[in-house]
């Protein structure tokens, strides 16, 4: 059974940094590919990063450069860090794990386990 528990979210100003963790207690996820998606009011869930089960690793075009996704397979963690933090980065945060053998998705339709989200709130 695979549960994420996502944490570190919270108010920062602009230019600030938050570091997101999605701990799995089921201990199984270094078996799966991982992803952060965000969800701003009124918009579709939106690809952050993601890390597969080869550890390539896989960015959104508008944090490319600010943001760095890491697993670290003896926590069952997978962490992001979010520097240069934009108004536009607001939204809340989920952590999700896909179970596919091959490839990586950047679909959230794809992903099979989710998060309960975490809030990420910048302002100007």
């Known amino acids: 059974q695979v549960q994420l528990v996502e944490s570190g979210g919270g108010l920062v100003q602009a230019g600030g940094s938050l570091r997101l963790s999605c701990a799995d207690s089921?201990?199984?996820?270094?078996?799966?590919?991982m992803a952060w998606f965000r969800q701003a009011p009124g918009k579709e869930r939106e690809f952050v990063a993601g890390?597969?089960?080869?550890?390539?690793?896989y960015y959104g075009d508008s944090v490319k450069g600010r943001f760095t996704i890491s697993r670290v397979k003896a926590e069952n963690t997978v962490y992001l860090q979010m520097n240069s933090l934009k108004p536009e980065d607001t939204a809340v945060y989920y952590c999700?794990?896909?179970?596919?053998?091959?490839?990586?998705?950047?679909?959230?339709?794809?992903?099979?386990?989710w998060g309960q989200g975490t809030q990420v709130t910048v302002s100007s």
């Open positions: 999700a794990a896909d179970r596919a053998l091959f490839g990586f998705h950047l679909r959230a339709v794809e992903y099979d386990y």
């Open positions: 089921g201990r199984t996820f270094s078996m799966y590919a």
């Open positions: 890390v597969s089960r080869t550890d390539n690793i």
